[in-house]
């Protein structure tokens, strides 16, 4: 895993070297392990290096013979050494053993259609100087990240925002229309960021430049239609579907194992890690150290079964162990790494493991990331089935109880009454025909905490329809779908790549230099899953009904019974329990927030006033603090003081992970 920058400018003019240097430098925990630049007529690129495959070669840039074409590489192509054999057939020769000159050679082949052979995590850049044309491409589900930006002079890219900053004409300015979004949807809508005129690169998407002309195509996206299909019985079908599952879920974790360093794996206690797990200690010969994240919360600790899955598999196993003081102290570091407000603080002990992960001498790990957006885990989807099931029978008086199901993690939620639950998850009759029914109550819950934008902020958007921005992303044929898969779609498109592999994936393990690798998001699984009927998914109320058979057996069955419990960590709590934090008095003080114009003063002081005295509760109040605090955060690092020396440092705890 690797970081990449470059500059096409629009001129003839040649691009100043020392530009890409600041790029790169910007991005160096990406790949501590080397660096390098190129520059041809108006062309710059730059790469920095995290060595997994081909140690001794593999440096990037990396040219054809003639230089006529040039790449910059971050991510792992999986099938690269099925793909480099089919390549010699054809005549094509070899000078690394990377995956990199794969996709080089297989550009010369194919052409921009070459993404189309790759099975891997990717965003890479090629340039061709015979045609001036600039080709880059980031991978089916969003593993790895891509961003832009068009300058008057230039089009200017790299794997992090931070890197287009390095820039000195590139502006840098909140955009209020994705804080609007992201305090609905948890995440912008790409290609819009943060940032205004910083542009994100949607998964399943290439882009060409040619001189001042900018192209976006997208190669590939999810597809539920034969998914919708009730066809035959689930008896006649399941045993058929959970043999082919578990096959594909083998082969993508057997080539996820491809490296020339240690490979480890992060256990969660779930399902999931376990599942991944298992399948190494199963139907490999790779030897496994495993790590994991415990609490000293008990709400949000599972270390029993954590302990109970590295025993039953025998593991070597690390952990470290996390408090709320860790979480505060780290903040301000994770919100420098994902470049954007975040609304809960479950990146920060992601942070820290990635810490431990890289202290003891790993830079890649697997994990179990993807299996509930394609396999129907989530709280979000038994939640939807039960309402629609409530409204079909409004009157009913048992029916509501079924809600007792829910979150069963949220004791706030759980000891409320029938009453209150059953008007919080009450359906409006509109809402059974909107496209968006699964997500209403998240994104409605969400938008409440936009009552703290100021007044200006609020003038900005008013006007703003985000719903609207995207229902103009939805693929045809959506409308069509069952239900349950519209919602798994709503999840695996935007929350997934946004936020999941992002602010909690690639940019917390990145910040120590550590790749993640998901089985469950090799896209011949994700296109299985997508064709697989939901009664197999979800069966009844059975969460993730299909990948459990196939785990029959490999993990304990304490983890296969356990009720579903999402990643979470502790949120406001975390900046006021123990010792005040210099940066959380500083940047919600009233005349911070004044000065910054994003929130009501006022209104944050009442919300820090409840913190600071025990009386917040419930998840509004939580998101609202976090969500606060990281865009004040991110207007601190990257608006008002970026080139200095990052803010997150003054507030770093210096010591090393606990663990054992």
Not at 474 to 483: E, I
Not at 622 to 644: K, P, W
Request: with cysteine; proline share 6%.
């Amino acid at each position: 895993m690797c970081g990449i920058a470059g500059i096409l400018n629009f001129s003839e003019k040649r691009v100043d070297p020392v530009l890409l240097v600041r790029m790169v430098e910007r991005i160096r925990h990406r790949g501590p392990d080397d660096f390098g630049i190129y520059t041809d007529k108006r062309a710059g690129l730059a790469h920095t290096r995290l060595s997994i495959i081909d140690l001794g070669a593999g440096q990037q840039p990396m040219h054809n013979e003639d230089k006529s074409l040039s790449i910059i590489f971050n991510g792992e192509i999986f099938n690269y050494v099925e793909l480099r054999k089919d390549l010699v057939r054809k005549g094509r020769s070899f000078r690394t053993r990377s995956d990199t000159e794969v996709i080089l050679r297989l550009y010369e082949e194919k052409g921009e259609q070459c993404v189309q052979d790759l099975n891997g995590q990717w965003a890479f850049a090629i340039w061709d100087s015979k045609r001036e044309r600039l080709f880059l491409s980031r991978d089916r589900l969003g593993v790895r990240p891509l961003f832009y930006t068009v300058t008057e002079d230039a089009f200017v890219f790299g794997s992090e925002i931070k890197s287009i900053f390095a820039i000195p004409n590139v502006s840098r300015e909140i955009d209020p229309i994705a804080l609007d979004q992201i305090f609905t949807f948890w995440v912008s809508i790409p290609p819009r960021t943060i940032f205004k005129n910083i542009l994100e690169l949607p998964p399943g998407h290439s882009l060409t430049v040619h001189r001042k002309q900018i192209a976006a195509q997208q190669y590939w996206r999810l597809d539920y239609a034969e998914g919708s299909k009730n066809v035959g019985s689930a008896a006649a079908h399941e045993e058929q579907y959970a043999g082919e599952l578990l096959d594909l879920l083998v082969d993508a974790t057997r080539i996820r194992l491809r490296s020339d360093v240690p490979v480890g794996a992060y256990v969660s206690g779930g399902l999931d890690s376990s599942f991944v797990t298992a399948l190494v200690k199963k139907f490999t010969e790779t030897p496994l150290r495993t790590f994991s994240v415990t609490f000293d919360d008990a709400e949000f600790d599972e270390g029993s079964y954590q302990n109970e899955v590295t025993h039953f598999l025998e593991t070597d196993h690390q952990e470290v162990r996390c408090s709320c003081e860790d979480i505060g102290s780290v903040f301000p570091a994770v919100i420098w790494h994902t470049e954007r407000p975040i609304l809960r603080t479950a990146p920060a002990p992601l942070y820290i493991l990635s810490e431990l992960v890289r202290a003891h001498g790993y830079k890649v790990v697997l994990t179990g990331e993807g299996a509930d957006e394609m396999f129907g885990g989530y709280d979000i989807f038994k939640e939807a089935k039960i309402r629609r099931f409530c409204a079909a029978h409004p009157q009913s008086t048992t029916r509501p109880l079924l809600f007792r199901r829910l979150y069963p993690y949220q004791p706030y939620l759980q000891g409320q009454s029938d009453a209150y639950l059953r008007a919080f998850f009450h359906v409006r009759p509109h809402e059974l025909k909107s496209e968006f029914f699964s997500h209403l109550p998240r994104w409605e819950l969400t938008s409440k905490l936009k009552m703290f934008f100021s007044e200006d902020i609020k003038s900005q958007v008013r006007s703003h329809d985000g719903y609207a921005d995207l229902r103009s992303t939805l693929p045809p044929g959506y409308s069509a779908w069952d239900a349950f898969c519209r919602a798994q779609y709503l999840e695996a498109a935007y929350l997934l790549p946004g936020y999941i592999l992002s602010s909690q994936g690639d940019r917390v393990a990145m910040a120590h230099s550590v790749e993640g690798r998901f089985p469950f998001l090799d896209y011949r699984v994700a296109e299985f899953a997508a064709g697989i009927p939901p009664y197999l998914k979800m069966k009844v109320l059975n969460e993730k009904y299909l990948l459990k058979r196939c785990a029959n057996g490999l993990v304990p069955p304490s983890v296969m019974k356990r009720p579903k419990q999402p990643y979470r960590a502790p949120d406001g709590k975390s900046f006021f329990h123990g010792p005040p934090l210099e940066y959380v008095d500083a940047l919600l003080s009233s005349d911070r927030i004044q000065q910054d114009g994003l929130f009501d003063s006022l209104a944050v002081k009442s919300l820090v006033q409840k913190f600071r005295q025990g009386r917040a509760i419930g998840v509004r109040d939580n998101m609202a603090l976090v969500g606060i605090l990281s865009t004040q955060l991110v207007v601190e690092q990257f608006v008002r003081n970026f080139g200095d020396r990052p803010f997150y440092a003054e507030h770093r705890a210096g010591t090393a992970p606990v663990c054992r």
